[in-house]
C-alpha cells in the first residue's frame, strides 16, 4: 500500500511558480492512482477565488487545472477555514467545487491523519 | 521632499504594508502592486487598515493586478495603467520600493 501523501499549497496564483508547482504534483500524483490529497491554506485560498483573469498578465489559467483534480482522481481538496476568513473569502463561493472548509482543529486531525505532508 | 511607496507582496503573509503606513509621510502616495493588490480584498483587516487612512491617503493600484485577481478599485483609490506608473516615479521626488 503507498504512503498517504498530503500536499500544503501556500502560495498565492500570480505571483511565482509555488503555486501551479504544487498542483503540478498532486496532479502526478493523482495519475499515478496514490492516495493523495491537497489543502490550501494562507494565500494559497487566493487560487480558489472565482473571476479572476490569467490573461491580464499573460499567464496561463491555473483554474483550468484546479477542474482537473477530480478527473485526476484527487477527490479531497480542503481549505483552511481560517484563512478563508482571514480574506474575507466565502467558502461558499469558489471556483472549485466540493472544496470543504476546515477549522482549525480539523486542519490539525488532518495532518496527522496522512504518513506524509509537503508545504509548499 | 515627496515619495512613493511602491508594495509588491501579500499583506496576509507579511508586515510591508503595516510599516509603510506607520512611516508614509503626508505628501507621499503608495502604489499597490502584483499582490500587494490582495491588501483590497473586501471584509480584510488590511482593507480595514487602508480604510482608516482614506480621508488623507493618496492611494494608487495596478489595473491588471487587480484583473488578473478579481478585485475592485475602491472609490477613494486610483487603478493605473503602466504608463502612469511611469508618470508617477516621475512626478514624486523618489521611489522607495519594498522589495
Known amino acids: ?120 | 521632499m515627496t515619495t512613493l511607496h511602491v508594495l509588491s507582496h501579500s499583506p496576509f503573509s507579511d508586515t510591508r504594508l503595516s510599516s509603510c503606513l506607520r512611516v508614509l509621510g503626508t505628501d507621499d502616495a503608495l502604489l499597490l502592486t502584483g499582490d500587494a493588490v490582495y491588501a483590497l480584498q473586501p471584509q480584510s483587516s488590511p482593507l480595514k487598515a487602508l480604510e482608516e487612512k482614506s480621508a488623507t491617503l493618496k492611494l494608487f493600484v495596478l489595473e491588471e493586478d487587480l484583473l488578473a485577481r478579481h478585485i475592485d478599485c475602491p472609490q477613494w483609490a486610483t487603478a493605473v495603467d503602466y504608463p502612469a506608473f511611469v508618470e508617477l516615479s516621475i512626478h514624486y521626488d523618489k521611489v522607495n520600493s519594498w522589495l
Open chain 1, 1 to 120: 500500500m503507498a504512503k498517504s501523501l498530503l500536499i500544503i499549497s501556500r502560495q498565492a496564483p500570480w505571483s511565482g511558480p509555488g503555486a501551479k508547482e504544487a498542483l503540478d504534483l498532486v496532479l502526478a500524483g493523482g495519475a499515478f492512482d496514490l492516495p493523495i490529497a491537497l489543502m490550501f491554506m494562507d494565500d494559497g485560498v487566493f487560487q480558489l477565488v472565482p473571476g479572476q483573469n490569467a490573461a491580464a498578465l499573460q499567464q496561463k489559467n491555473l483554474q483550468a487545472n484546479l477542474q482537473a483534480l477530480s478527473m485526476f482522481g484527487v477527490d479531497d481538496v480542503f481549505a483552511c477555514g481560517h484563512s478563508l476568513a482571514e480574506r474575507g473569502i466565502s467558502p461558499a463561493h469558489l471556483a472549485v467545487d466540493d472544496v470543504h472548509a476546515l477549522s482549525t482543529d480539523e486542519v490539525r486531525a488532518l495532518i496527522d491523519r496522512f504518513d506524509q505532508v509537503i508545504t509548499l
